[in-house]
């Protein structure tokens, strides 16, 4: 059974930073893509960033354009990917929920809120 765990939310003034951890269970999760999404209140889920697998044996990054140079996804092993934010802006608060494809259906964690005060 797919589980993902995020940690790592809070509270944190503007200009602050912040690092979220995914950790997933129930299965080996290295070729996968791995990623995060968020969610502000009365606003859609969005896409912030994921990490995929290429058969370089290296994992391509790709970001939402409203974080790019700001925030950084890494795979810590396996089974964790991180999402570094640096320079937290109030408009990046909302609840970040990490994701995992696996044939084409996206497993989801609870996810964690991320407030940013100006």
């Known amino acids: 059974q797919v589980q993902l765990v995020e940690s790592g939310g809070g509270l944190v003034q503007a200009g602050g930073s912040l690092r979220l951890s995914c950790a997933a269970s129930?299965?080996?999760?290295?070729?996968?893509?791995m990623g995060w999404f968020r969610q502000a209140p009365g606003k859609e889920r969005e896409f912030v960033a994921s990490?995929?697998?290429?058969?370089?044996?290296?994992?391509?990054a790709d970001y939402a354009d409203s974080v790019k140079g700001r925030f950084a996804i890494t795979r810590d092993n396996e089974n964790t990917v991180l999402l570094q934010m640096n320079s937290l802006k109030p408009e990046d608060t909302a609840v970040y929920y990490c994701?995992?494809?696996?044939?084409?259906?996206?497993?989801w964690g609870q996810g964690t809120q991320v407030t940013v005060s100006s």
């Open positions: 990490t995929r697998w290429s058969s370089g044996r290296t994992y391509y």
């Open positions: 129930g299965r080996t999760f290295s070729r996968y893509t």
């Open positions: 994701t995992v494809r696996i044939n084409e259906y996206d497993y």
